[in-house]
């Protein structure tokens, strides 16, 4: 399912040879748009007939009013069942290009091209795709596998840093649930930058692959790749709700110092364990302050969040570097305990 392009996208082209689509919607955000069409359309090779549908970047587009809007142009452009869409973009374009595709018309075909580091290493994999409800993160969404992933590692040229960092995020935590050694040589790196990431992201993909595959609706080991998202999550939800949106890979990490924690308040790491997580990650994100947010607005979220049943939270904690369980409940002194540790930490400056 996933291929790795090269320079020329024959792959691609092979791809869209093989199948008899009607028309090709490539979904783009102004980003993509203006640093990645160019380089897919300079490659792609079709007699086939195409549509740019683009929107604003960011996550606060991930919403049923922008959902609403493409449906509205697939229908008055004609889209049919054998229409193709390409999402082009990182996690919030193949994020809601796969929901509109999976819901159009009960479903059309769809392919993702991540350009983000942290879409080719998690976001495009997995058959995920989800739009925001209000402030909470994916709360509507399909399980539908794209038809293929293409990734063009060299997209990752036209990013900022800090969505290079966003990106790293998701790596760390595939090593810390599943890879000791992918940890390992992950925070090896001491300048983060393309050449140094390059090298390991198809360990990455493989894990996050490894995963889904065994379990896709998330009944059980898939609910491991959350570690660091239950906190996390709850805490993106609210800075999107003050209209200060944060990257996920930013909210990520806090989220696994705090679940880090977490986990050795309950028993399940070494107070080695945690310390060597905790100061690898602050080694490469700085200090995320949550001082504004009180506990009772992080827990109303955590109650919300989807890996709960019975109105009790369930969280992914590590039991070691490369070791995770799923459905754990913990006490609220425990996270309460966690989130008090994580506001007293130092800021890290980069």
Same mark, same amino acid.
């Given at each position: 399912?996933?291929? #790795?392009?090269?320079?020329?996208?024959?792959?691609?082209?092979?791809?869209?040879?093989?199948?008899?689509?009607?028309?090709?919607?490539?979904?783009?955000?102004?980003?993509?748009?203006?640093?990645?069409?160019?380089? +897919?359309?300079?490659?792609?090779?079709?007699?086939?007939?195409?549509?740019?549908?683009?929107?604003?970047?960011?996550?606060?587009?991930?919403?049923?009013?922008?959902?609403?809007?493409?449906?509205?142009?697939?229908?008055? /452009?004609?889209?049919?069942?054998?229409?193709?869409?390409?999402?082009?973009?990182?996690?919030? #374009?193949?994020?809601? *290009?796969?929901?509109?595709?999976?819901?159009?018309?009960?479903?059309?075909?769809?392919?993702?091209?991540?350009?983000?580091?942290?879409?080719?290493?998690?976001?495009? #994999?997995?058959?995920?795709?989800?739009?925001?409800?209000?402030?909470?993160?994916?709360?509507?969404?399909?399980?539908?596998?794209?038809?293929?992933?293409?990734?063009?590692?060299?997209?990752?040229?036209?990013?900022?840093?800090?969505?290079?960092?966003?990106?790293?995020?998701?790596?760390?935590?595939?090593?810390?649930?599943?890879?000791?050694?992918?940890?390992?040589?992950?925070?090896?790196?001491?300048?983060?930058?393309?050449?140094?990431?390059?090298?390991?992201?198809?360990?990455?993909?493989?894990?996050?692959?490894?995963?889904?595959?065994?379990?896709?609706?998330?009944?059980?080991?898939?609910?491991?790749?959350?570690?660091?998202?239950?906190?996390?999550?709850?805490?993106?939800?609210?800075?999107?709700?003050?209209?200060?949106?944060?990257?996920? *890979?930013?909210?990520?990490?806090? *989220? /696994?110092?705090?679940?880090?924690?977490?986990?050795?308040?309950?028993?399940?790491?070494?107070?080695?364990?945690?310390?060597?997580?905790?100061?690898?990650?602050?080694?490469?994100?700085?200090?995320?302050?949550?001082?504004?947010?009180?506990?009772?607005?992080?827990?109303?979220?955590?109650?919300?969040?989807?890996?709960?049943?019975?109105?009790? #939270?369930?969280?992914?904690?590590?039991?070691?570097?490369?070791?995770?369980?799923?459905?754990?409940?913990?006490? +609220?002194?425990?996270?309460?305990?966690?989130?008090?540790?994580?506001?007293?930490?130092?800021?890290?400056?980069?």
């Amino acid at each position: 399912m996933i291929t #790795i392009l090269n320079d020329n996208f024959s792959q691609l082209n092979d791809f869209l040879h093989e199948k008899s689509f009607s028309k090709i919607f490539i979904l783009v955000d102004e980003n993509t748009h203006e640093y990645c069409l160019p380089i +897919l359309l300079g490659n792609m090779e079709t007699d086939l007939g195409f549509e740019i549908l683009e929107i604003e970047a960011g996550e606060e587009m991930k919403n049923i009013q922008t959902a609403n809007q493409l449906w509205e142009i697939l229908t008055e /452009m004609q889209a049919d069942r054998k229409a193709l869409v390409i999402n082009l973009g990182g996690g919030v #374009i193949t994020d809601m *290009g796969g929901f509109v595709a999976s819901t159009y018309k009960r479903g059309i075909q769809f392919i993702n091209i991540p350009t983000t580091l942290l879409s080719m290493c998690d976001a495009s #994999i997995g058959g995920k795709t989800g739009i925001d409800l209000m402030h909470y993160k994916n709360m509507v969404g399909t399980f539908t596998f794209p038809e293929k992933i293409f990734v063009y590692p060299k997209f990752l040229e036209t990013l900022p840093f800090k969505e290079l960092r966003s990106g790293f995020a998701e790596m760390l935590k595939h090593g810390l649930i599943a890879d000791k050694s992918h940890w390992e040589n992950l925070t090896q790196i001491n300048n983060l930058d393309i050449e140094g990431v390059i090298p390991h992201i198809q360990t990455s993909m493989d894990i996050k692959q490894n995963v889904v595959q065994e379990d896709f609706h998330e009944k059980n080991i898939r609910k491991t790749l959350n570690f660091g998202h239950t906190i996390g999550h709850a805490v993106e939800s609210l800075c999107l709700s003050q209209g200060n949106p944060i990257l996920h *890979g930013e909210a990520v990490a806090m *989220g /696994m110092i705090t679940e880090a924690h977490l986990a050795y308040l309950e028993g399940l790491i070494s107070e080695e364990d945690t310390t060597i997580i905790i100061e690898s990650i602050q080694k490469y994100y700085p200090y995320l302050d949550i001082s504004d947010f009180k506990d009772e607005a992080i827990f109303d979220l955590l109650l919300n969040d989807k890996k709960n049943t019975d109105s009790k #939270i369930n969280f992914s904690l590590i039991t070691g570097i490369g070791a995770c369980n799923f459905d754990h409940q913990c006490s +609220l002194k425990n996270i309460t305990a966690s989130l008090d540790f994580y506001r007293k930490l130092n800021d890290v400056s980069l």
